[in-house]
């Protein structure tokens, strides 16, 4: 998967490359009033072109990791809370605990794929590459 992303900023070898994330109504903002803003995505990835800052580049992710994170950062939280409600359901046959219980299980989801996070990070970084400086046609082309 190809994704066109802006050089914020870079430091050493690395370059800050902000993403355009898509909103939930498909970037329809002139046709939908519900005022929603998605926070554009900022990835480091390692600066082989030399990018400079104000930049646009063309990175690559293969399409497998894209899916494996997009799978742990959705999937296995909800699955989480969902087994945290469950249990405390079992366990205590209050509503209220069960809640509270999922909520601890949606944190200790969220600290476990911290820590897994930061121990891949080379692997990370491996998958997703920079393929070429665009140029300001090109640019128009991804929609920027």
């Known amino acids: 998967m190809n994704q066109a992303g802006y050089v914020a900023k870079v430091e050493g070898n690395k370059a800050h490359v902000m993403f355009k994330r898509m909103s939930e109504c498909g970037d329809k903002c002139a046709t939908c009033s519900s005022g929603c803003e998605a926070p554009p995505l900022i990835l480091d990835i390692e600066n082989t072109l030399y990018a400079d800052v104000g930049d646009y580049v063309e990175v690559n992710m293969e399409d497998d990791t894209f899916f494996k994170f997009t799978f742990f950062a959705y999937v296995v939280p909800l699955v989480m809370m969902l087994v945290g409600i469950a249990l405390g359901y079992v366990l205590t046959h209050n509503e209220l605990i069960s809640i509270f219980v999922g909520l601890a299980f949606l944190a200790i989801a969220y600290i476990i794929l911290r820590i897994v996070n930061n121990l891949h990070v080379k692997k990370q ?10 140029s300001d046609e090109e640019v128009l082309k991804y929609g920027r």
């Open 125 to 134: 970084e491996e998958a997703v590459k920079m393929i070429r400086i665009l």
